[in-house]
């Protein structure tokens, strides 16, 4: 990055090789100009050979979105962070809207963006609309691309490196931070894997499970070890 590149993106990966090539390229395809960060939880695909092939700055980080995110933001430089996964896809112009977005509200901590879904199922366009409807309470998550001001971000204390859930931990203290913006158009697309060969309704009612739980004080570790059996054994 250029000591003047305004925006770093901070990019989580475990074994994607398949994805973050892609979205590197489209990173440097936007015309705004970022640092592009990659927090590597120890990928045995060749993740890392390849982000540093693409021109990221690779750092390695103890394995788990938390404390990965962390790392990466500790790495980075820009006076804007984005969180972005490595499934997402971002569309021209989308880096350019974020900084139009906080320029033009200047009391504005940060944001996200609208989400699409990439499947082609009734399910993901439930999503959708349930995410826009989640939006307008204040609920987001990091598949939506979070962003937020540097100064906020170090005030409101990070990216907590916990287990499970430090997407909403962290949007929660954005949101009381003041108010946040959604960038509607370019929306952020983002992959439907997760959900593929899964139970739909299982998915919900694990997902309002979590929330109840996490809010009812369970520790995230615990959380998480629910999270990833139940989704483990939904694709095996």
């Known amino acids: 990055m250029s000591a003047a590149a305004p925006l770093s993106v901070v990019i989580p990966t475990l074994n994607e090789a398949a994805n973050i090539g892609r979205l590197i390229a489209a990173l440097r395809a936007q015309d705004?100009?970022?640092?592009?960060?990659?927090?590597?939880?120890g990928s045995?695909?060749?993740t890392a050979g390849i982000a540093d092939e693409a021109g990221a700055n690779v750092i390695g980080a103890p394995r788990g979105r938390g404390q990965q995110l962390r790392a990466g933001a500790e790495a980075a430089r820009g006076a804007v962070l984005l969180f972005l996964h490595a499934d997402s896809v971002l569309r021209p112009g989308a880096l350019a809207a974020i900084l139009a977005a906080l320029e033009a509200r200047p009391e504005a901590p940060g944001g996200n963006f609208r989400i699409l879904f990439d499947g082609d199922e009734p399910f993901d366009r439930w999503l959708e609309r349930a995410y826009a409807w989640w939006r307008g309470h204040g609920w987001y998550y990091g598949d939506s691309g979070i962003f937020v001001r540097r100064a906020v971000y170090d005030a409101i204390g990070g990216v907590r490196p916990i287990s499970l859930m430090e997407d909403y931990d962290l949007v929660r203290r954005l949101e009381a931070a003041g108010p946040t913006i959604c960038v509607v158009e370019p929306p952020i697309v983002t992959s439907s894997r997760r959900f593929r060969r899964r139970n739909k309704l299982?998915?919900?009612c694990g997902w309002l499970c979590i929330h109840a739980l996490y809010h009812l004080g369970v520790a995230p570790e615990r959380l998480a070890r629910s999270y990833y059996r139940a989704?483990?054994?939904s694709q095996s």
């Open 231 to 233: 989704a483990f054994r």
């Open 202 to 204: 299982a998915v919900v």
């Open 44 to 46: 045995d695909d060749g």
């Open 32 to 41: 705004t100009p970022c640092e592009i960060v990659v927090a590597d939880g």
